[in-house]
């Protein structure tokens, strides 16, 4: 076979490698290249080819450890997991013991809790930094005054918005000599009215009513909660509502607001026509035709912004032992004609009740005083013990059950034949049962339980 041109890659022939580049220059087209002395050389057409290959081709060289386990080992031992057991930190060299991934005495049990705590909170760091930033944010809310100012902000909490009344002789008695039961009750009353306005932000008005005598040739004992509400009108301005409460008064449920238990739902909880419970047989509405449709309305224009005055009725009527009023220029009329000397010199006589029987005067005989009236189921916000009321018996619609949580209690008349002290004592214990904390229950069921315990075994020897 012959070729009719060199197969040489260089021009005019020859080799690149200096092995098999031909020592004569010839055009003879010879495809044997020969030597100096014109003797055969013993380079051959097969060495030369496979050497050109190997030029022109992949490299002479090969890698080493080319299975699977040899080209994937780094990435397998990069994926497990490491362990750093306590060892010593103090080698130049990344080798040595302890420096590595195993310490065969590094550190112990609690080296490796340790560095398998650190593992789970190295991948749950941005939860933990979550956490510690809820816990630290609630714990400044709750133990700095944060808590106390967005419960008094209006659009917020709303608690400014609300003032408690609480008449107490606490300079001393008036028209007695106070013992110490008297002295316990009012220390209960008011620490109990002071947790609760604390808890909501409320504001709480004491009145010391020792020193409200304002004529000096008689004491307007009972009457002077009239007074009382014109004062708190003109020293909390900002406050909407004002609730009066009896010394004798216990709030059980402090977990109630005043917002979420009346107001956010004020139309459902009250009612304006007195015919639902009338004990005083009131004639409503009026029957004179010279009152405008309003006036002779059943309830009102039945918007809840109406009503200024809300009062419960127990079995004899009006009861003013735990009662609201809204700022309003109605009530300012209200309280004007209401603390009228001239109507007191002329009725006080006739009235039992005093201011109580006042205010039902004026309730049947005032027109305008009924458009904003509103009553309140009296469990609602004054809850009878069974002493009170109690001529039919127990009666659900005034005495306190336990089961329904009522609001507040009201030992009205406990001073007439029954123990004040007793009840109020009696009644704040089981506050504070029904209330207890989940630690609280705890504690208490082991001290049940060893208490049973005991008798047990004192019974069996």
């Known amino acids: 076979m012959s070729l009719s041109r060199s197969p040489s890659p260089q021009p005019g022939g020859g080799w690149s490698s200096p092995g098999l580049v031909a020592p004569y220059n010839t055009a003879s087209g010879r495809a044997t290249p020969t ?64 420096r590595g991934r195993w310490s065969p005495n590094g550190g112990g049990r609690l080296g490796r809790l340790r560095t398998l705590l650190g593992g789970i909170l190295r991948r749950m760091r941005l939860r933990v930094l979550l956490l510690l930033g809820l816990l630290l944010t609630i714990s400044l809310f709750y133990l700095t005054p944060m808590h106390h100012l967005y419960l008094r902000t209006g659009f917020l909490g709303g608690g400014n918005k609300f003032v408690i009344i609480l008449a107490a002789n606490e300079g001393g008695g008036v028209m007695e000599w106070k013992g110490p039961r008297e002295w316990a009750i009012e220390r209960d009353s008011v620490k109990n009215k002071k947790k609760y306005a604390k808890k909501w932000g409320y504001d709480l008005e004491i009145v010391d009513m020792s020193t409200k005598k304002r004529y000096a040739h008689e004491w307007r004992e009972s009457w ?32 109630y607001s005043l917002q979420s238990h009346i107001f956010n739902e004020l139309g459902k909880n009250t009612y304006r026509d007195i015919n639902i419970y009338n004990p005083l047989n009131i004639t409503h509405p009026m029957d004179s035709l010279q009152l405008d449709d309003l006036s002779r309305s059943r309830d009102g224009d ?78 609602k916000i004054n809850s009878f013990p069974p002493g009170a009321c109690s001529e039919n018996g127990p009666d659900p619609r005034f005495h306190y059950n336990e089961k329904d949580r009522d609001f507040v209690v009201n030992m009205a008349g406990c001073g007439w034949g029954r123990d ?16 207890r904390t989940w630690w609280e229950k705890f504690k208490d069921w082991i001290s049940d339980t060893v208490k049973h315990l005991r008798q047990g075994g004192s019974q069996g020897t």
């Open 35 to 98: 030597t100096a002395n014109g003797g055969p050389t013993t380079v051959t057409w097969a060495s030369a080819k496979a050497k050109s290959d190997e030029i022109n081709g992949y490299p002479a060289f090969s890698t080493r450890h080319d299975g699977f386990f040899g080209r994937h080992y780094r990435s397998l031992s990069n994926s497990l997991p490491r362990f750093s057991l306590g060892g010593r930190r103090d080698f130049a060299d990344k080798e040595k013991l302890g």
């Open 302 to 379: 039945g918007k809840d912004g109406s009503i200024d005055l809300i009062v419960p009725q127990d079995c004899g009527g009006f009861n003013l032992g735990s009662f609201f009023m809204r700022r309003s220029a109605w009530t300012d009329r209200l309280l004007d004609i209401w603390w009228d000397p001239v109507g007191y010199e002329q009725k006080h006589m006739e009235w039992e009740h005093k201011e109580q029987d006042a205010l039902e005067y004026l309730y049947t005989n005032q027109a305008w005083v009924r458009p904003h009236t509103a009553f309140i189921p009296q469990r």
């Open 420 to 435: 004040c002290w007793g009840e109020m004592y009696s009644y704040r214990e089981l506050s504070n049962k029904l209330n």
């Open 224 to 255: 002077e909660k009239v007074d009382t509400m014109r004062n708190c009108l003109k020293k909390y301005p900002n406050a909407q509502w004002f609730w009066w409460m009896d010394l004798n008064t216990f709030i059980m449920e402090p977990s």
